[in-house]
């Protein structure tokens, strides 16, 4: 059984931005946490050696605060690869799904459909020859 038949005169859409974002996704997350990272190194660094209370406290807050930015970014860098990889199987050839017919109406039916009725919308079942 062919599960990817494809469509024959398919054609498949330029690339675009989608491309370039993905290729950039690795820089783009590696930059998205140094530069945090280097941040907080300057914090800790620029800390007195004897620190009261009130320093203690500002530090982990910003301990905290890195932590937050770098999750919310790599969320964000997953986000867009996800949306990248969606907008690539679009552009791409187009596969025949499986058919079924349905009635065509402007308006609901009044009664249900029996079961003799919705048999007769369906496509007969194909069956595959093994060679």
């Not at 500002?58 to 930015?69: C, F, H, K, N, T």
């Not at 065509?104 to 009044?110: K, T």
Request: glycine share 6%; charged share 20%.
């Amino acid at each position: 059984m062919n599960w990817f038949k494809k469509i024959q005169p398919s054609l498949r859409a330029a690339s675009g931005l989608e491309w370039r974002l993905w290729r950039k996704l690795p820089l783009i997350a590696l930059a998205g946490t140094v530069l945090p990272l280097l941040c907080l190194a300057l914090v800790h660094l620029l800390s007195d050696s004897a620190p009261s209370a009130a320093e203690l406290r500002r530090v982990q807050m910003m301990d905290y605060v890195i932590g937050g930015v770098i999750v919310f970014h790599w969320s964000m860098v997953v986000t867009i690869g996800i949306g990248c990889v969606i907008v690539m199987v679009m552009k791409g050839p187009g596969y025949v799904a499986d058919g079924y017919r349905v009635s065509h109406s402007d308006q609901p039916r009044a009664t249900p459909e029996t079961a003799e009725e919705a048999s007769a919308y369906r496509l007969p079942e194909v069956v595959e020859r093994s060679e």
